[in-house]
């Protein structure tokens, strides 16, 4: 493929067959050729998706990190997922993600307080005993889907801490992985994609909707118990914010936990990093971070231009859509030496795989204290990892991650 300079802004960049609408383009890993080549393109690059619709792309760490902090510039109101490209998300304004600062800010507060990392740190006993009922079986001698454990993690983790029904988690975690990948043939419904995508939203919402009127006449320290009890704008919260809220928290966590591991085991599992890793467990914070940058688990975030302004020299004008890549962002030479290499002592490492400025991920210390606790348990217990069959990509353009990884292991001795 040949790297083509754009010229004005709308010009399209030619990508031969790549589409980056196209969920293929990241379950093949090929996103990542075609990210290189755009980093190289003086601006950023159009991509007109057909008549009506078509988007910038940020790819460059400086031009992401940019948009994802100027809320005001760059809202967030009209919708972030670029399958809602040209259609208003209707949970703006109600719903922490497609919600712009001060509202968003205000909130926030409570659940933000309830996340952070002293509170996070009272609950490493629960996440731990969490973690090491999922990757119990991989000492038992047969193939172990690690993915699959992976992706049931943060149903246990943030299931608990939201007070769901255990029984529940199994649906839960399919349900939500239906929401982020209504492409893939496993998760894909008779009806297509988009009635797979309605379905699943409307089990879910209804679930929220009848949990919620349940909990508030059985309150707790839950974090549902904390959005039905946040009053902001002098008001609680609806019924409707509640929802929307409860399923977006859901959403983000079976997002950003689950693919970091999955991309260490997948791709480095014959190499000498595990075992690197669990001989030097001191470096278990940096390489976690490594792990974030490397998998960038959410591809993309939208945003539309509240205001004529220029990024990298091409100008974009009010009401445009700007799609920012974090993928692409995390492995921009600019910013990271030698990108393209997994270092588990890198430092500094200021990746952008949970956002940048007021939208950034507010799970993040769950996220990250989950996946600290996995790797050390992991790594201190088992041994001899080694692949049992080809791992297999979510086919998703919003998630990069896998959704098999067969290996076996051998427990340590002792």
Not at 171 to 200: F, V
Not at 207 to 212: A, C, I, S
Request: glycine share 8%.
């Amino acid at each position: 493929m040949t790297t083509h300079d754009v010229a004005p802004p709308r010009c399209p960049i030619h990508l031969g067959n790549d589409d980056l609408v196209d969920p293929t383009l990241y379950s093949d890993g090929h996103a990542y050729d075609v990210w290189r080549e755009l980093r190289e393109v003086d601006g950023l690059s159009w991509r007109q998706v057909d008549a009506d619709r078509g988007f910038f792309s940020a790819v460059r760490f400086a031009d992401a990190d940019q948009v994802l902090r100027d809320t005001a510039t760059f809202t967030s109101e009209r919708g972030t997922l670029l399958d809602l490209l040209g259609t208003d998300d209707p949970a703006g304004g109600t719903q922490l993600a497609v919600t712009d600062p001060p509202r968003h800010t205000d909130m926030q507060t409570r659940l933000k307080k309830a996340l952070a990392i002293k509170a996070v740190d009272r609950q490493r006993d629960m996440i731990r005993d969490r973690v090491r009922g999922l990757i119990q079986p991989l000492g038992d001698g047969g193939v172990f889907d690690f993915a699959e454990a992976m992706l049931a993690m943060p149903m246990s983790v943030t299931g608990t801490m939201m007070a769901l029904p255990e029984s529940d988690w199994p649906w839960l975690t399919t349900l939500n992985t239906t929401c982020i990948a209504p492409d893939d043939p496993e998760y894909q419904g008779e009806g297509g994609r988009g009635i797979t995508l309605a379905i699943a939203h409307h089990e879910l919402f209804g679930y929220f909707q009848d949990l919620v009127r349940h909990r508030r006449d059985h309150l707790g320290d839950d974090l549902i118990s904390v959005l039905i009890t946040t009053r902001f704008e002098g008001r609680h919260m609806s019924l409707e914010e509640i929802v929307s809220n409860c399923y977006s928290l859901l959403l983000g966590a079976n997002v950003t936990t689950p693919h970091s591991p999955n991309f260490v085991m997948a791709e480095f599992i014959e190499t000498d990093v595990l075992a690197d890793w669990a001989a030097h467990p001191e470096v278990g914070v940096t390489a976690v971070e490594e792990a974030l940058r490397w998998a960038s688990p959410v591809n993309h975030f939208l945003r539309y231009a509240t205001r004529d302004v220029e990024v990298s020299g091409t100008p974009i004008s009010a009401g445009d859509a700007v799609v920012v890549w974090l993928g692409a962002a995390n492995r921009d030479d600019r910013e990271f030496a030698d990108a393209s290499t997994f270092d588990i002592r890198r430092k500094p490492n200021k990746h952008l795989a949970f956002g940048a400025g007021p939208h950034y991920c507010i799970g993040h210390s769950v996220a990250r204290v989950t996946l600290r606790v996995l790797f050390e348990e992991l790594l201190r217990d088992y041994e001899d990892f080694r692949p049992a069959g080809a791992p297999e990509r979510l086919v998703s353009n919003f998630v990069s991650g896998y959704k098999h990884v067969p290996i076996t292991a051998r427990r340590r001795a002792g």
